[in-house]
């Protein structure tokens, strides 16, 4: 099928609107109507050059949609579901994933590195940026690299969860585990960080200091539950502790 899509050419290049050739769903992968996409910033790296990448490529990891088609042997989706990508995939064939590290599952590695995808553009290979690629009306994905979420969930919000929400949530819970009552400072409240307030609210901090210098972030952070917000570019003299 033809489906237009947001190309990658080159770093320092801008994205192009294209008509792309897409293949439909091999084994183990399916067809998804991408309803919903997100810019993060690691996007950014590679299309500023700074992450090495062969293109041209379609670009993006963030996203929600549907599911159009399974591939063969795909039988923990169906069409209609309702779906959120994630950039580990969880193979549930490697030795990490049959242990509980499945965030170091083999197949994450492998598809950090270029290989050939379900896009081309005029007969020319479109890489699809670590094995996923959700700039596109429509796109071919790993099962393993797949959720299901339910179908009441909006698609513009849920979009943002596969990446930012859990990288966020991923500092609280997991690597700082922070403790009930405990007190959060958040330094930069972009989408991590605004994920990080969420997240400290959820592990039941008591103090959450949201940090920036961008004074259109306080609304924000504090309706995600930041108790204290700080403009440093306005604090006069910070006191010595
Ligand atoms: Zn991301
Ligand atoms: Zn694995």
């Given at each position: ?45 590679v299309l500023d050059g700074l992450v090495p990448w062969e293109f041209p490529a379609l670009l ?6 549907v599911v159009v088609e399974c591939g063969p042997g795909v039988t923990r989706l169906a069409p ?60 071919v994905l790993p099962a393993d690299s797949l959720a299901r979420v339910r179908p009441d969930a ?88």
């Amino acid at each position: 099928m033809n489906v237009r899509a947001a190309i990658a050419h080159g770093p320092g290049q801008p994205l192009s609107i294209e008509t792309v050739a897409l293949e439909g769903p091999g084994p183990g992968e399916v067809l998804i109507e991408v309803k919903a996409t997100s810019l993060c910033h690691s996007d950014l790296h590679v299309l500023d050059g700074l992450v090495p990448w062969e293109f041209p490529a379609l670009l993006g990891h963030e996203a929600a949609g549907v599911v159009v088609e399974c591939g063969p042997g795909v039988t923990r989706l169906a069409p209609g579901d309702h779906v959120v990508p994630f950039l580990i995939p969880h193979c549930g064939e490697c030795l990490y994933c049959a242990s509980p590290r499945t965030n170091l599952c083999a197949e994450a590695f492998a598809r950090l590195r270029p290989r050939p995808g379900r896009f081309s553009l005029d007969g020319r290979a479109v890489t699809q940026l670590w094995g996923l690629g959700t700039f596109a009306e429509y796109t071919v994905l790993p099962a393993d690299s797949l959720a299901r979420v339910r179908p009441d969930a909006p698609f513009d919000p849920i979009c943002y969860v596969g990446c930012g929400a859990t990288t966020g949530l991923g500092a609280v819970l997991f690597a700082a585990k922070v403790e009930p009552g405990a007190s959060v400072a958040v330094f930069g409240l972009g989408g991590v960080g605004l994920n990080v307030i969420q997240g400290a609210r959820l592990a039941g901090a008591g103090t959450i200091i949201g940090i920036d210098t961008n004074p259109a972030r306080e609304a924000l952070a504090r309706r995600l539950g930041a108790t204290e917000f700080i403009d440093p570019s306005t604090v006069e003299r910070l006191a010595a502790h």
